[in-house]
């Protein structure tokens, strides 16, 4: 499925009505019924029930009125509120009250302290809410009556159902003005927007439902370029291992990683290749703590490195002995927890520039090509894969976190096509840029996994998988989302990275049930 952009569904839209001849009126309506119907589920039945239906002046509002009038259909005892300036109403909303008031159901617009006085009285006794205020035009600042009527929501505590996107949410970016509704259930119209995903406005979200509410099926694929990695898209990833394979063959797999005080990390690593089937994988480290990884892996061979101090990777010595072990590897991973020394970031850009070979670049790995140093990523002679966190991404680009959140589509499509990588971004969702400018966003995981290890646990699943797919990137990103939401169910936030990764099988075996549901 395809994520919109807030022009691009704006100029679907209007495709859909000037190319197709679809009448606004039977889009309006269409969603106005889905959203009724998210009503319904939501609350089991609506006969008699007190429902409050908030519209605002645009073609969301109209959608509202829509739902308003299904809702009245089924039994429900509807009452609607008219915000915004009612000079500004659309033509299609227009024609939606004309519709109502034949059917003797009644609205008010919010412009008189009795009409403001009524809705309190009538929010606090509404089983529901249904949430057309603004909808995806909002950016920027909210004006006064919104502000005014959405804390008057969120001050009710009841049930709502957004159209679209939670009034107060930046669709494009996930921005959030001074407020937003808190919604239990958002129907996205058309497409999911990047705002649906990206927080803070995720938060607001509540559970998600999308409905195509009848556009033409090209308008919502044709020349959009970002996609959801969702199941239906995780069927093409991963093909069947063949009959003959043996462990020279899925995957020889290189990892360079850990320092004093990071043991860990290059462990999750390197067992995390393993548990996505990779045939052989070596962990070249430290000499001095060769001895630990040793004892600590049992299905992991190891390699010592040289070292300039102790624990610590660098100079000539070190790069020889990598460029050796890289000549045996099928795709190379470094830097999980491998220290920010000055010569072992030095080592990191040598090993970049050098090795021919598919290769993965994590966390202190990352650091070493910061700032100008960026440039250096065009020297790769195979398209590199970063994992950053935003925090790591941000140092990268040097820009502010903050500044990155609210532009990260574009900011990963940009750096992706600029550098010749491709970029896997880490915050609550995963975003996953090409070269080519496609962008991909994977909502799996959850807040458990906000603990130190999960971020290596997915590097050494994307290498590992690197001689199984040519979706390795995406294929790493989809298992390690369905393991961290396996090992939730488990263990809720008491989930540590070793939990996620001893999942990675069962995210593997639940991809397989898929392609197996689908083909039969």
Not at 5 to 13: A, E, V, W
Not at 144 to 160: D, E, Q, W, Y
């Amino acid at each position: 499925m395809k994520v919109a952009l807030t022009n691009q569904m704006r100029d679907i839209d209007e495709s859909a009505i000037t190319e197709y001849g679809l009448p606004e009126m039977s889009l309006m309506e269409s969603a106005g019924h889905r959203v009724a119907e998210a009503v319904k589920d939501l609350l089991g039945n609506v006969d008699k029930k007190s429902i409050c239906v908030l519209a605002g002046s645009g073609n969301n509002g109209g959608d509202a009125l829509v739902a308003a009038r299904y809702l009245a259909n089924a039994g429900a005892r509807v009452k609607i509120f008219l915000g915004g300036d009612k000079t500004h109403h659309t033509e299609s909303l227009n024609a939606q009250l004309k519709i109502l008031r034949a059917m003797s159901i009644e609205s008010q617009q919010l412009e008189s302290d009795r009409a403001w006085e009524r809705l309190q009285v009538t929010l606090r006794f509404s089983e529901l809410i249904v949430d057309g205020i603004i909808g995806t035009g909002f950016s920027g600042k909210l004006r006064p009556g919104a502000l005014r009527l959405i804390r008057l929501v969120n001050a009710a505590k009841k049930s709502v159902v957004s159209i679209d996107i939670p009034s107060g949410v930046n669709s494009e970016t996930g921005e959030v003005g001074e407020i937003a509704i808190n919604a239990d259930c958002t129907v996205a119209l058309g497409l999911p927007k990047v705002g649906h995903y990206i927080c803070p406005g995720a938060s607001y979200v509540g559970k998600l439902l999308i409905d195509d509410i009848g556009l033409p099926a090209d308008l919502l694929t044709d020349e959009i370029h970002q996609t959801l990695v969702d199941d239906e898209l995780a069927l093409t990833f991963l093909p069947e291992r063949p009959k003959d394979s043996h462990k020279g063959t899925c995957g020889k797999i290189l990892v360079i990683a850990g320092s004093r005080g990071m043991t860990g990390a290059a462990s999750l690593a390197a067992m995390s290749a393993m548990k996505v089937g990779a045939g052989l994988v070596t962990l070249a480290t430290p000499e001095s703590l060769n001895s630990i990884y040793e004892i600590k892996l049992t299905e992991v061979m190891t390699a010592p490195l040289p070292e300039e101090k102790t624990g610590i990777i660098g100079g000539d010595a070190a790069l020889e002995k990598i460029l050796a072990l890289a000549e045996n590897a099928d795709a190379i991973l470094i830097g999980c927890g491998l220290g920010r020394e000055k010569e072992t970031l030095n080592l990191v850009r040598k090993v970049a520039e050098t090795v021919d070979k598919p290769l993965v670049l994590d966390a202190d790995a990352i650091s070493a090509f910061n700032g100008t140093g960026i440039e250096d990523l065009k020297l790769c002679k195979q398209i590199p894969i970063l994992t950053p966190h935003l925090g790591e991404l941000s140092a990268l680009l040097k820009i502010s976190v903050d500044k990155l959140r609210t532009t990260l589509v574009e900011e990963v499509r940009k750096t992706a096509q600029e550098y010749r990588a491709i970029i896997v971004a880490k915050c609550e969702v995963t975003v996953i840029g090409y070269p080519n400018g496609e962008i991909f966003i994977s909502p799996l995981g959850n807040s458990s996994m906000a603990t130190g290890g999960c971020g290596d646990v997915l590097a050494g699943a994307i290498v590992g998988l690197m001689q199984q797919t040519p979706f390795a990137p995406l294929t790493g990103v989809w298992l390690h989302g369905t393991a961290g939401n396996f090992a939730a169910e488990d263990k809720s936030e008491g989930l540590t990275a070793t939990d996620v990764m001893n999942y990675l099988p069962k995210a593997i075996k639940k991809l397989r049930t898929i392609g197996y549901s689908a083909t039969t």
